[in-house]
T-cell receptor, first 112, second 112 residues
Framework: NAGVTQTPKFRILKIGQSMTLQCTQDMNHNYMYWYRQDPGMGLKLIYYSVGAGITDKGEVPNGYNVSRSTTEDFPLRLELAAPSQTSVYFC???????????FGQGTRLTVV | DAKTTQPPSMDCAEGRAANLPCNHSTISGNEYVYWYRQIHSQGPQYIIHGLKNNETNEMASLIITEDRKSSTLILPHATLRDTAVYYCIVRVVSSGTYKYIFGTGTRLKVLA
């Protein structure tokens, strides 16, 4: 059972480039989340989804977009990369809001 | 903003109980307290959660004060593999769904 899988693990972007961080889960979870973690800090919620076709903003959504066309996949899009988006990005999923969230291993993104 | 306050770091001798405190004085009546830990830079791992009763599972115990303004995570017999950053999180209800609001956590170091 793979759980939550994120790709790529590492990426370096130039300012102004765009990219999509992929997240997929095989647990048939309705709830999925994207977090970012800056050095020495806790995680901050970027976007979340309560099911296919439904997404909403978290604490720090500016500069990002998401979509949820299937239960399994929840990609995060950066349109115009900025140095402030240098961070580690974690995707997570949970069956319900009350159950534990499972996290992926993270994508380390550097914008130069 | 995080709704929890934790000490930035703690040490614990191997084999001893590790008691990690958390203050959540502004918690609302229907908000749960969750604990996760993050080893190195991996994705956070669920430990335990509770509302107002004390909880125990195979990993840890959670003690919540009667007024719910604080809680303590107890690792009964800490091992070197328990060295990690421990996050105390209040799950808040916002825009009709639930979100985890992470703080900066406690860095626990288990000493041989």
């Amino acid at each position: 059972n793979a759980g939550v899988t994120q790709t790529p693990k590492f990426r370096i972007l130039k300012i102004g480039q765009s990219m999509t961080l992929q997240c997929t889960q095989d647990m048939n979870h309705n709830y999925m989340y994207w977090y970012r973690q800056d050095p020495g800090m806790g995680l901050k919620l970027i976007y979340y989804s309560v099911g296919a076709g439904i997404t909403d903003k978290g604490e720090v959504p500016n500069g990002y977009n998401v979509s949820r066309s299937t239960t399994e996949d929840f990609p995060l899009r950066l349109e115009l990369a900025a140095p402030s988006q240098t961070s580690v990005y974690f995707c997570a999923s949970s069956l319900t809001p009350n159950t534990e969230a499972f996290f992926g291993q993270g994508t380390r993104l550097t914008v130069v | 903003d995080a709704k929890t306050t934790q000490p930035p770091s703690m040490d614990c001798a191997e084999g001893r109980a590790a008691n990690l405190p958390c203050n959540h004085s502004t918690i609302s009546g229907n908000e749960y307290v969750y604990w996760y830990r993050q080893i190195h830079s991996q994705g956070p791992q669920y430990i335990i959660h509770g509302l107002k009763n004390n909880e125990t599972n195979e990993m840890a115990s959670l003690i919540i004060t009667e007024d719910r303004k604080s809680s303590t995570l107890i690792l009964p017999h800490a091992t070197l593999r328990d060295t990690a950053v421990y996050y105390c999180i209040v799950r808040v209800v916002s825009s009709g769904t639930y979100k985890y609001i992470f703080g900066t956590g406690t860095r626990l170091k288990v000493l041989a």
